[in-house]
C-alpha cells in the first residue's frame, strides 16, 4: 500500500478552482460566509462541484465557437454576463447553504477579525517604525 504522501490528489483543477476563486474574490460577501476552516473546505468542495455542473450545462446549452486557440470554452462561456451572473449565483447559493448548516455554527473565522488587525498595524507601526 502507499504511502500518504503519494496518495495527495489536488482538491481543484483549473480552471473550475480559479472560477470559484475569481468569484469569491469579487464578492466579499460570500468569502465573508465561509470563513471557517470547515466551512471554507465544504464550501470549495460544493462550489466547485456544481459550478462543474452549471458549465456542462451552459456547453449543452449554448453554442461556443470552434476552438482556434484564442480561448477555451470556459472562456468563452464567460464572456456572456448572464452566464457569469449564474455561476455567481451559484457560488453564492452554495456559500448561503454552508454558511446555515447548523454544524458549523461554533467555528470562528479562519483569520484574524478587523479589530486583531488594526491592534498589529498599531503594534507594527510603533515597533518597526513604518
Not at 47 to 63: E, P, S
Not at 74 to 96: F, I, N, Q, S
Amino acid at each position: 500500500m502507499a504511502e500518504l504522501d503519494d496518495l495527495w490528489i489536488p482538491l481543484v483543477d483549473e480552471p473550475i478552482g480559479g472560477i470559484v476563486e475569481r468569484i469569491e474574490r469579487e464578492n466579499e460577501d460570500i468569502a465573508k460566509l465561509v470563513q471557517s476552516p470547515h466551512r471554507l473546505l465544504a464550501f470549495r468542495t460544493f462550489a466547485y462541484i456544481r459550478t462543474g455542473i452549471l458549465l456542462g450545462q451552459l456547453l449543452f446549452d449554448n453554442d461556443v465557437p470552434a476552438y482556434d486557440g484564442s480561448e477555451s470554452w470556459v472562456e468563452a462561456l464567460l464572456r456572456d454576463p448572464a452566464h457569469r451572473a449564474a455561476l455567481t449565483a451559484e457560488v453564492r447559493a452554495v456559500a448561503e447553504e454552508v454558511a446555515a448548516d447548523p454544524r458549523y455554527a461554533a467555528e470562528g473565522p479562519l483569520g484574524p477579525d478587523d479589530d486583531t488587525r488594526a491592534r498589529f498595524r498599531t503594534f507594527a507601526r510603533e515597533h518597526l517604525g513604518s
